[in-house]
């Protein structure tokens, strides 16, 4: 996967220092569209009946259920078409200061997750284009998941490619398939 141009990660790092840079491709899941056609279908001819009525009449309780329910389809359709998750390790000296940026010594683990089932709710959820990642990275500080966009293969070549630029072995399936 090319590294992009990213606003998180310092084009000139100090001499002697890495950076891995990882940013996936947007999901472009076509779910959130049809969500979002069916709101617009249903739920717009209702409000503007609502909206015709004289203003002492007007029921606000479903222009406001409307407004969230877009506000909830807006951030899918952002999710699924533009959003692209970027993660950004930096091995060398101290972490730099301003930057979004995990320290590569700091990284305990790296795994992938199994692909949620689409009957669980993490399937569900995956399917909308909400699904935080497939790759679980447990740091000093927590563990946190990243990945959103990347498919089967794309998940097991990029936890290597963590793995080895922090000196770690791969744990989950891919370890398992590497046995």
Not at 52 to 76: F, N
Request: hydrophobic share 50%; glycine share 8%; proline share 8%.
């Amino acid at each position: 996967m090319p590294d992009l141009p990213s606003a998180t990660v310092n084009e000139h790092p100090p001499a002697g220092d890495a950076v891995l840079r990882i940013v996936c491709p947007t999901q472009k899941r076509m779910l959130p569209v049809l969500v979002g056609a069916f709101l617009l279908l249903f739920l717009l001819p209702a409000t503007f009946r609502n909206l015709r009525r004289a203003p002492d009449d007007v029921s606000w309780l479903p222009l406001v259920v409307l407004a969230v329910m877009c506000l909830l389809v807006l951030a899918m359709l952002y999710r699924s078409f533009v959003f692209r998750d970027a993660l950004c390790i930096y091995k060398g000296g101290d972490v730099p200061d301003g930057m979004l940026v995990v320290a590569a010594n700091s990284i305990r683990s790296v795994r992938a997750l199994p692909t949620p089932q689409a009957w669980s709710a993490e399937g569900k959820w995956d399917a909308l284009g909400m699904y935080p990642g497939p790759i679980e990275i447990d740091t000093d500080s927590g563990a946190f998941r990243f990945g959103a966009g990347l498919s089967g293969y794309m998940v097991g070549e990029t936890v290597d490619r963590i793995a080895a630029f922090c000196g770690l072995v791969p744990e989950g399936w891919r370890s398992l398939q590497q046995q």
